[in-house]
Nanobody, 117 residues
Framework: QVQLVESGGGLVQPGGSLRLSCTVS????????VGWYRQAPGKERDLVAI???????NYADSVKGRFTVSRDNAGNTVYLQMNSLKPEDTAVYYC???????????WGQGTQVTVSS
């Protein structure tokens, strides 16, 4: 069973930065893609940023130019660098891995990010 453990959430003022980390049991290069989703209260879970096995990245329009998804060379950690944070970025952020032909999704437990003055 794939396990994902997130860290790095917290409270930050508007304009500030945070970096989220997600450690995956096993190599992330085994997955179609890995990345981050978020869910604000009363809303659906939406894609934030993903990185494919080949290194291609994809971002939600709302975070382009502010967030960066990356992975480490050891191949088991995914990061989300978040800069110029806005109150509307407040949400629970979930790490995601997508596996195989059947595109099975695995999720972390979520980490809260709150942007407020």
């Amino acid at each position: 069973q794939v396990q994902l453990v997130e860290s790095g959430g917290g409270l930050v003022q508007p304009g500030g930065s945070l970096r989220l980390s997600c450690t995956v049991s096993g190599s992330i290069f085994n997955f179609n893609h890995v990345g981050w989703y978020r869910q604000a209260p009363g809303k659906e879970r939406d894609l934030v940023a993903i990185i494919t096995k080949g290194g291609t990245t994809n971002y939600a329009d709302s975070v382009k130019g502010r967030f960066t998804v990356s992975r480490d060379n050891a191949g088991n950690t995914v990061y989300l660098q978040m800069n110029s944070l806005k109150p509307e970025d407040t949400a629970v952020y979930y790490c995601n891995c997508n596996e195989g032909r059947w595109r099975i999704n695995y999720w972390g437990q979520g980490t809260q990010v709150t942007v407020s003055s």
